[in-house]
């Protein structure tokens, strides 16, 4: 489906990048990963220009061009009890700039029918208690991806995905954790590389600017004490 395609995955040494970059690869396409962690990828800090300017040159060299670029690396975690300006500006450059900035620098090189796709989270329309920065992120992506569709209308389709709890480690869950989700279990990475394949294929022609919720229907069920397992602690709130 994807024979000599090239597929750009920020993030994609680990998680869920990485078996998006493997499923990629097992459709016949050709990747270029950006990730912190060491290995046989391109190996940079996502929020620093220099080397976005970088990657995305040794990419054009090598191939000439880009077909699907997937803005999968997560930003930093932190909440306003804790979390610094200089923090809070990193997961912003990290979640949001990065993807724009990738964007840009890709965008004469653009292949026939390109996608761009996002990696959001379940987290821009609810939150955890000391979060900001990783929701501030997730939720400037959401916002961009529908301005880039608009922008980039006939020439690139971008989409996002949010992802509810996805484990990437293998965990075999069952109680509470797995029946408070109306699927009755806990995600996996696969279902979100699932959805980044159909979202560059020519089966999702016709979809743009979507933002799309993976999350077992956990945004949609209202949860209150004793149900599915999950009781309030009078002490604490939890």
């Excluded at 300017?53 to 930093?76: H, K, M, S, T, W």
């Excluded at 890709?106 to 939150?127: C, K, Q, T, W």
């Excluded at 997730?138 to 608009?150: D, F, N, P, Q, W």
Aim: net charge negative; proline share 3%; hydrophobic share 40%.
């Amino acid at each position: 489906m994807f024979r000599d395609k090239v597929a750009v995955i920020t993030g994609g040494a680990h998680g869920i990048g990485k078996v998006i970059a493997e499923e990629f690869e097992r459709n016949g396409a050709r990747t270029c990963v950006i990730d912190l962690r060491p290995g046989d990828h391109f190996v940079g800090d996502l929020s620093d220009k220099k080397i976005l300017e970088a990657f995305a040159e040794r990419v054009i060299a090598q191939y000439g061009r880009v077909d699907y670029l997937i803005n999968n690396a997560a930003p930093l975690m932190k909440g306003i009890d804790q979390c610094t300006y200089e923090e809070f500006s990193y997961a912003l450059a990290v979640g949001v700039t990065a993807p724009f900035y990738l964007s840009r620098l890709f965008l004469p090189y653009f292949g026939e029918n390109a996608s761009i796709v996002n990696i959001s989270s379940s987290r821009d329309r609810m939150s955890q208690p000391n979060t900001e920065s990783y929701t501030a992120a997730k939720g400037g992506i959401a916002a961009l991806t529908h301005a880039l569709a608009v922008s980039l209308a006939g020439r690139v389709r971008v989409n996002s995905i949010s992802p509810g709890w996805i484990d990437t480690e293998g965990t075999v869950y069952t109680g509470a954790d797995a029946i408070q989700q109306p699927v009755h279990r806990v995600g996996n990475p696969m279902d979100i590389a699932n959805m980044v394949l159909y979202l560059c294929s020519d089966k999702a022609g016709f979809i743009t600017g979507e933002n799309i919720c993976i999350d077992g229907g956990m945004t949609r069920q209202m949860i209150y004490h004793n149900d599915f397992g999950w009781q309030l602690d009078d002490e604490t709130g939890d």
